[in-house]
Structure formats: C-alpha cells, structure tokens
C-alpha cells in the first residue's frame, strides 16, 4: 500500500497511525503539501481529481477520503477495529466517521488558518468546532459513566482513529482542550495504546517508557 | 475565601495531570501513583512550559521540555540533563492548598487557607464538568437559584451544581447527582445541564 502523505496533515495521519496500529507497513511517499501545493499539481490530479491527500493506492485501487482508508485497512488487516457486525454498532462507527469529517471542517480548518494562513472566518470556525467538542466529550462522557472510554464499544475502533488527530491539534486553532476532561482521557487512552505512533504536536504518554539516562542511585555506585 | 471547586476527583486518575484554574491563575492538578492530590502553579520553574502538559512517575511530576522531575512540596528532585547535580532547594514549583472531599477536588491559596472545610456533598454523586461562556449570576439565574452552589432538581433527577467562576466571564459548571440515580437518569441529567448551559449562554449574547 502506498501513501500520498504529508506529515503535518492530521488526516494522512489518520492513515500512518491505523496502519501502526494495525501492524502494517505503508510505503510513504511525501507530498510538497506546503509551501510546494504539490497535491494540486498534475501528477497527483490525475490521480486525485479533488486535489487533496492522503491518497492510498495499492493495485489499481485508489482512495482519496482517509475515512475510507481506515475503513480499508482495518477491513484487510485488522478486522477487530471495525466493530462488530451489530447493526447499531455498524451505523454508530458511521455516524462517528461523518463526525469526524464535521472535526475536519470546523477544528482542522481553524488549524488550517492559524498555521498556514489559509482562508476562513476564523470565529465562525472556532464557535463551530467549540460546538464539536463539546458534542465529543458529552458522549464521551456517557460512554465513561457506562464504564468504557472509546467511542464505541468496549475497545478502540476506526472511529477513535478518524477523530483522535483533529481533537488532539485543535489547540493550533487556538481551541484549547482544558475545558474538556473526558476527551483528555479518551486520548490518554490512545496515546497509551501499543504500536501508537506520533507526529509533530501529538506526542505518545512519556511515563509509558523506560526513564532516560542515568538514575542518581547509579551514579553514586559508580562513584563508589 | 472559600475552597474553590477545581475538579471532580475522577477526572484525574492516578499518575496523570489535568490543567485547572484558581481565578485567573492557571494550576497543575494532578495524582501520584499512590493516588495523592497536588495543585500547583502550571509552570516549569525552568522555561516556563505548562507543567500540565507533562507526565507523572510515581510520586513525581515531570515537565515535558526537559524532563526536570518535581516532587513533595514542588520541589525539583532531577535534572535529566545533569543528572549528578542536587538540584538546589530555590528550584521549586508554588504549590496551592488543596483537599478532596465527597468526589471534588477543592483548592485555595496557600498562605489563605480557608478554615471552613468544603461544604458537604453527602448523597451526591460526581457526574460531569462543563465549561460555560457566562458569568455566575447567569448561570445561577438559569438554574432558578443564587450564589455558587445551586442545589435543586435537573432531569428528573436531584443535583448539586458547584459553579467555578473563571476569568473573561467564562465559568466551570461540576455537577454531582443524587447517589444510585441509574444511567439513564444520568443521561437525562446530564442532557439537561447541555440544555441549561445553552440557556446560560444565550442570556448573556442578549445581555451583551
């Protein structure tokens, strides 16, 4: 599988971070996203015509929405973050892909505007996300009370992967997460999960690994 | 003053931090491994970085830049970068008073500690914080009550609203709930408080 991807971009790392999840290997190729607006050059139009990434190929097939290329790498290799078959369960992960695509609209594109200067009303996209989140941490708030902590069901899905990373870099859209104590827990329990991988203002839960350096007790005996 | 509601004690589980507020100062709450509360100011004595944003071990709380490690009391224990040196007894993080009683976590200044304990929420079970664009008064008034500590009915359901007043007329709302009140009544109550904050929040745009 091949990834258009862009590093800075929350949803190629929708992608990079579902496939580390899931134990797969992608080959990477990086896309001039910013300054270069290579996505919107000729070779990548060709094979994306709404010029945007990440795009996936792998044999002849192409996917241009990050939802749907979670959905097609969990459906390949990871079957357990789909969900089960549940009819609710099914329309619930949905429900939380469309959601998430809500995330991208408002939350990303206050990103988008902060760090890249791109166009927007950059109040409109802030009251819009605040609306967003405050959405995301009541259901997570339910979920909690019922004893879980991802969006749905009793383990992480496709669903927590596609909201993760427009939640977790709202602040660069200057939507700070203080106000929210249930999504700062969900995405604990992400960044705690084995194989998380990050990217740049995403970082994983240090105190799950091994302290650095030499600890003083060391350094005494060897004094000694 | 009073103890000021900061927190309810389940969002913030043992060995992690969670950034909170005093008025308009902006504090570290967090839990050591062994489950002990701490308040202290949200910066590293070193750069200046929100210690909330760092990572606790055990019974330390570490900054997220360079890893200086803060125990008891606020003071640095390690600097990973020198790992020989002592760190001396002036590197060391303001710490507030703070207490933990019936599910909330309550915090005041230091050298102000209020000789009053929190008030007692026996019955009371913690639901959830929500953070409102309103100032108190608005709140109060949409709740049908005064001060900062609404008692009354939401969603069917008896309920104890703790209102955090927060700088640029914003506020924290930590609701508790009748204790053995069933998930579905939660969720009614719970739906009631987003419906009370909309109605918060919608006086104050028309009073504005």
């Not at chain 1, 797969?24 to 010029?51: C, Q, S, T």
């Not at chain 2, 026996?122 to 500590?149: H, I, K, N, Q, Y």
Request: hydrophobic share 45%; with cysteine.
């Amino acid at each position: 599988m091949r990834l258009y991807d862009y590093i800075l971009s929350p949803s190629c790392y929708r992608v990079r971070l579902m496939a580390a999840l899931a134990g797969i290997k992608l080959d990477l190729r990086a896309v001039d996203f910013h300054p270069g607006a290579e996505h919107r050059g000729p070779e990548l139009l060709a094979l994306n015509p709404a010029g945007t990434i990440p795009i996936l190929t792998d044999g002849d097939l192409v996917l241009t929405q990050s939802t749907a290329i979670l959905t097609y790498i969990a459906a390949s290799h990871a079957p357990e973050w789909l969900g089960d078959d549940s009819p609710a369960m099914r329309a619930q992960v949905g429900q939380w892909l469309a959601f998430a695509q809500r995330l991208t609209d408002s939350a990303g594109a206050a990103r988008l505007h902060d760090m890249l200067q791109m166009p927007g009303d950059i109040v409109a996209l802030r009251r819009s996300a605040t609306r967003t989140l405050r959405e995301l941490e009541a259901a997570i708030s339910a979920v909690r009370r019922r004893g879980g902590i991802f969006l749905v069901g009793d383990r992480p899905t496709i669903a927590d992967i596609a909201c993760f990373p427009y939640v977790a870099l709202a602040p660069d859209g200057g939507l700070p997460l203080d106000a929210y104590p249930s999504i700062r827990l969900w995405m604990r329990a992400i960044r705690g999960l084995p194989g998380f991988v990050e990217m740049p203002g995403i970082h994983r839960l240090h105190e799950l690994l091994p302290e650095p350096g030499p600890q003083p007790d060391v350094i005494r005996k060897e004094r000694a | 003053m009073n103890w000021t509601p900061a927190a309810l004690s389940q969002d913030i589980p043992s060995g992690s931090a969670a950034p909170g507020q005093l008025g308009d100062k902006d504090i570290v709450i967090w839990r050591s491994a062994s489950g002990r509360i701490a308040a202290w100011s949200d910066r590293c004595p070193h750069r200046g970085m929100r210690l909330s944003h760092g990572f606790v071990r055990g019974e330390f709380l570490s900054c997220i830049y360079h890893g200086w490690r803060y125990g008891d009391g606020g003071q640095c224990h390690r600097i990973p970068a020198h790992p020989e040196l002592t760190p001396p007894d002036a590197i060391k993080v303001p710490v507030f008073a703070v207490t933990e009683s019936d599910g909330v976590v309550w915090v005041a200044q230091k050298d102000a500690e209020p000789e009053a304990p929190p008030p007692g929420l026996a019955g009371f079970s913690p639901l959830r914080t929500l953070r409102l664009s309103a100032r108190p008064e608005t709140v109060a008034a949409a709740f049908g009550g005064t001060g900062l500590d609404l008692r009354g009915e939401l969603g069917g359901c008896a309920v104890v609203v703790l209102i955090q007043p927060l700088p640029d007329d914003q506020c924290n709302l930590h609701a508790l709930a009748a204790n053995g009140a069933d998930t579905a009544t939660l969720d009614r109550v719970s739906a009631a408080l987003e419906a009370l904050r909309r109605q918060a929040e919608t006086a104050e745009e028309i009073a504005a």
